[in-house]
């Protein structure tokens, strides 16, 4: 199973970028998904996850900016990212548990992440 994020880029203080993943490879089910963000010299931490059946919990830095949702067709989960600021420069990685067939338990993979950066 692989994830692919793509959507980083540099954007302005107050600006909006939309966040993309997508899992391809032997996939029966996904559970949750998620991301997490990455700043330079600090540890990740999640910033939004996606339940099965669409329950979402944030971040408290992020809430009433960011939105996540997912696509069940395409194995996919977005971030909408609003109203960025500068501390939300990082390495955003998706994270996907991933069950693989019936007979095997969930197993967690990452993305390679996508670099967003917030500056004037």
């Known amino acids: 199973v692989q994830l692919q994020a793509s959507g980083g880029g540099l954007v302005q203080p107050g600006g909006s970028l939309r966040l993309s993943c997508a899992a391809s490879?032997?996939?029966?089910?996904?559970?949750?998904m998620e991301w997490y963000r990455q700043a330079p010299g600090k540890e990740r931490t999640l910033v939004a996850n996606?339940?099965?059946?669409?329950?979402?919990v944030y971040a408290d830095s992020v809430k009433g900016r960011f939105i996540i949702s997912r696509d069940y067709n395409k194995n996919a989960v977005y971030l909408e990212m609003n109203s960025l600021k500068p501390e939300g420069t990082a390495v955003y990685y998706c994270?996907?548990?991933?069950?693989?067939?019936?007979?095997?338990?969930?197993?967690?993979?990452w993305g390679l992440g996508t670099l967003v950066t917030v500056s004037s």
């Open positions: 996606i339940a099965d059946g669409g329950t979402t």
């Open positions: 490879g032997s996939i029966y089910r996904i559970d949750r």
């Open positions: 994270n996907a548990n991933v069950k693989e067939t019936v007979w095997v338990a969930y197993r967690q993979y």
